[in-house]
């Protein structure tokens, strides 16, 4: 018996986690083109997979609020579509303000606490198209954005997050090349690390002025180990922490980006980056941290921030992701040294299983790490824990392949069955 109640305090809030593009379906609605469905179109998926349709939420979601409420959830973190709302980057679709309005109408008469998220990575295409997060006009536009959304939703909001994983949003698809738009330049990846945290900042300023609510942001970690600690070893994992882990939090909480980074850095990052630190270190109420995996390091590869990733012999999820839960605890380690007393959240936290109903590797996965968070909760202010995701859905750019839902999707009659995992939740959370 795992008896999560009595792991955690009474106030513990414990959610599932979704995204807008991933589950909506960008095609209802009068939901502009964005910077994924420009990429889907244009090969960056699988099976050329997009989220036109995706999970149907846009016309399901009572019935999808209603499995949370079955599982015995409080809370609910949603994102907001920009491209919905703004399809063409400049002028409302008011079908995409009815749409959230009714979301949250329909959230909050459950009783669940909604957690929104402004930027979940949909960005309209056609601010995309003019240089999207590499370019200092559109860390201003999401500044707006961010000031709308706490505008017409904050007093329906438990609380709001800026950027979901600015790594994603920067690293991920500037220089990675793997998520929309799919660029591998060093230049872009680094302009667009400093707008991303600039937007935020601005967003954060904007949203501040319209809501009393809690403001904050998502940040992804995925910490790196060394099996031998030679020196040039570990200089390899102080460049691979700096722009993976820490660019974004030193510069959010501390403002300023780690020496290491910068060393390399610096020459691609705009003229005006010094002076921006002051907006990007606007004062937040929380930090999110969303948390898959670790990886093994070593020095080596052609590439900045030049380190190997070293095989390991542990279990792997459908991602082919290392199970590794101490490394959830020492993502919140981290942040809290940056932050200490800053109120944190386990905003993500899941795998990806092939199995399609009968998931007790993903139960397991939750339990390992679900105690990883309860041992941090007993000396750090960590307040509550999302599971990803409630549904199975549009998994970027691996398309409609890789499975993370606590209910299973079938996306040829948009059928939702309640796997294993999502009766685990349910008995466990039940025990109140
Ligand atoms: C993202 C989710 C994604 C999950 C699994 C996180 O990086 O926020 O949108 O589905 O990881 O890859």
Redesign the pocket.
Known sequence: MFDIRSKFSDDFVFGVAT?AY?IEGSKFGGCGESIWDHFAKNGGTANGDDGSLACDHFHRFEEDLDLLVDAGFDAYRFSFSWSRLFPDGKNLNTKGLDFYKQLLDAINSRGLRPYGTAY?WDMPQALGALGGWTIRDNAERFGEYMGFIARNFGDDLENLVSI??PW?VAWLSHYLGEHAPGLRDLSSAVKASHYVCLGHGLGVQAARAETEKPIGVVL?FTPGRLETKTKINTEALERYEAVTNTWYLSAIIKGNYPDVALQELEGYLPNSWKSDLQNIKEPIDFIGI?Y?TTVLLKSGGDKFPFVEIIERDLPKTD?GWDVEPAGLRDAINLVSDYAPNLPLYIT?NGMASKNAIADIDRIEYYKQHLNEVAKAAETLPVNGYFA??LLDNF??ALGYDKR?GLVHVDYETQKRTMKDSFKWWQRELAKK
Do not use: K
Request: glycine share 0%; net charge negative.
């Open positions: 995204a991933q979940h979901n994983e994603c992804n969303n898959y991602m993500e990803w995701s998994e970027w993370f």
